[in-house]
């Protein structure tokens, strides 16, 4: 039991020495869950960058399913956002709007998810460093 603990100890050190720096950005999205209300066609959400630099993201939303247990994620034409993507002004709000299009009204629950993923910037990547992108993944209901 003690030689694992020591070995583990061992390859955390090791990884730690390897990468010289570790970097995420700091993007909040608000609400963290979306309901349309009844018969409503669009909603928001709002994103902030907690950062001291701007963050570019992209903004993509997907039909939502789930089958034998794993989420499915299809392309859909029945809900847009706007903007797609967008650069994060440190210490501001952004506004992305989600619009239902489909001309029909839903006949029972529709559900989506809103991905908001944080885009690499290539100006301030250097070897031996690590960068670690930030991922989204709201749910969104139109009823």
Same mark, same amino acid.
């Given at each position: 039991?003690?030689?694992?603990?020591?070995?583990?100890? $061992?390859? #955390?050190?090791?990884?730690?020495?390897?990468?010289?720096?570790?970097? /995420?950005?700091? +993007? !909040?999205?608000?609400?963290?869950?979306?309901?349309?209300?009844?018969?409503?066609?669009?909603?928001?959400?709002?994103?902030?960058?907690?950062?001291?630099?701007?963050?570019?993201?992209?903004?993509?939303?997907?039909?939502?399913?789930?089958?034998?247990?794993?989420?499915?994620?299809?392309?859909?034409?029945? $809900?847009? #956002?706007?903007?797609?993507?967008?650069?994060?002004?440190?210490?501001? /709000?952004?506004? +992305? !709007?989600?619009?239902?299009?489909?001309?029909?009204?839903?006949?029972?629950?529709?559900?989506?998810?809103?991905?908001?993923?944080?885009?690499?910037?290539?100006?301030?990547?250097?070897?031996?460093?690590?960068?670690?992108?930030?991922?989204?993944?709201?749910?969104?209901?139109?009823?």
């Amino acid at each position: 039991m003690m030689m694992r603990v020591i070995r583990a100890a $061992v390859a #955390v050190l090791a990884l730690a020495v390897s990468v010289d720096v570790v970097s /995420a950005a700091s +993007i !909040r999205v608000a609400p963290i869950s979306v309901r349309a209300p009844a018969g409503g066609n669009t909603a928001s959400v709002r994103l902030w960058n907690d950062d001291r630099k701007p963050i570019a993201v992209q903004v993509r939303i997907f039909k939502w399913s789930v089958k034998n247990g794993k989420d499915v994620l299809e392309p859909t034409k029945n $809900v847009v #956002v706007s903007p797609p993507m967008t650069t994060l002004v440190p210490g501001t /709000a952004n506004v +992305i !709007r989600i619009v239902r299009v489909a001309k029909e009204a839903p006949v029972r629950k529709e559900s989506y998810r809103l991905i908001v993923d944080q885009l690499p910037d290539r100006t301030t990547s250097k070897a031996g460093t690590v960068s670690i992108m930030v991922r989204h993944a709201i749910p969104v209901y139109f009823e």
